[in-house]
């Protein structure tokens, strides 16, 4: 039926276009439809792929996203995507899939206790004695705002400490949010969120003021790595001083919840600290590390 309406769109003249506007319709009502098994194909790769959660309520909106790589690969039905991403020649589409299924929300100096627990308990005058240099992991760190963040602070340790040397991994499963991440431009909107001191030291405005630069003694420190949380290479470092996982783990389900605090555990080193998102307690799952205030821990 939708090649028919196809058909009969290919004439000329302006009743054409509102045929080519009715057909695009019609493509986009194929595009967000799709049966049971389709949906339910869908949700089973992405858990397989990234553990990422995806309930019946969230259908709507993983068929919208699908629909994005459907007009992106002229596909008009979600049955032709699940069968094209069966096949050994769809494989590559899988990360695109995982790419536009995960949400990747994130701004400058979210959470900021997590920021002051840093400086204050972690880096205050009281601990001096520490390994050099302090080593972080942004764990899901989406397009580089918490990493950033985390390296303005950082900076700010080096000017008030002598000697204070600090490097960072930073890591997330979405090609996409990577690459903004590495170019480190963002639009001068975001600007609102960071204090203007740090602005001043850390961000360089364009010419034209409507975007601007971290600066690169920033970016040169903190490496970027696609990485999927449940698929974490054996020589991957385990002896941070900091991890940041925050605002993943709301997309996974318990038995999940619970392999990754372990990973994460055994990636701290003694006495190291992990902060998770303020709605993401860890309570009733079962772990070693102690909690010292809301979604921060420390490994015993
Ligand atoms: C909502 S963002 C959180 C960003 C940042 N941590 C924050 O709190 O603002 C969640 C991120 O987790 C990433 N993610 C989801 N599943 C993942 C997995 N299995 N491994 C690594 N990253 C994953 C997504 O790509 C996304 O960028």
Request: proline share 4%; net charge positive.
């Amino acid at each position: 039926m939708f090649k028919k309406t196809q058909k009969s769109d290919s004439s000329t003249g302006s009743n054409a276009e509102r045929s080519v506007a009715g057909l695009n319709l019609s493509a986009s009502l194929h595009r967000s439809q799709a049966s049971d098994e389709d949906f339910a194909f869908i949700r089973e790769i992405v858990y397989k792929l990234s553990r990422i959660s995806l309930g019946p309520q969230k259908r709507t909106m993983v068929l919208s996203r699908v629909a994005r790589r459907m007009r992106a690969l002229s596909l008009s039905t979600v049955k032709e995507y699940c069968e094209l991403i069966k096949k050994p020649v769809g494989a590559s589409e899988l990360s695109s899939l995982i790419d536009v299924v995960s949400t990747n929300h994130t701004y400058f100096f979210r959470e900021s206790k997590h920021f002051d627990y840093m400086m204050k308990t972690m880096l205050g005058s009281a601990n001096r004695r520490r390994s050099k240099p302090f080593k972080v992991w942004s764990a899901a760190c989406s397009s580089g705002e918490e990493p950033y963040s985390l390296g303005m602070m950082l900076m700010e340790q080096c000017r008030i400490e002598l000697g204070f040397d600090w490097s960072m991994e930073a890591t997330d499963i979405s090609s996409i949010v990577l690459d903004k991440a590495k170019s480190a431009i963002y639009p001068d909107s975001v600007l609102a969120r960071v204090p203007e001191a740090l602005t001043q030291r850390y961000c360089k405005l364009d010419a034209s003021g409507t975007s601007f630069a971290i600066k690169p003694e920033i970016v040169k420190r903190v490496r970027f790595h696609q990485l999927n949380l449940f698929e974490i290479p054996s020589h991957f470092p385990a002896d941070f001083d900091l991890i940041v996982c925050r605002n993943v783990m709301i997309y996974f389900d318990r038995p999940t919840r619970e392999q990754l605090i372990r990973s994460l555990t055994y990636r701290l080193k003694p006495g190291g600290t992990l902060f998770v998102g303020h709605s993401e307690s860890l309570s009733g799952l079962d772990y070693s590390l102690k909690m010292v205030k809301p979604a921060i821990y420390i490994k015993g």
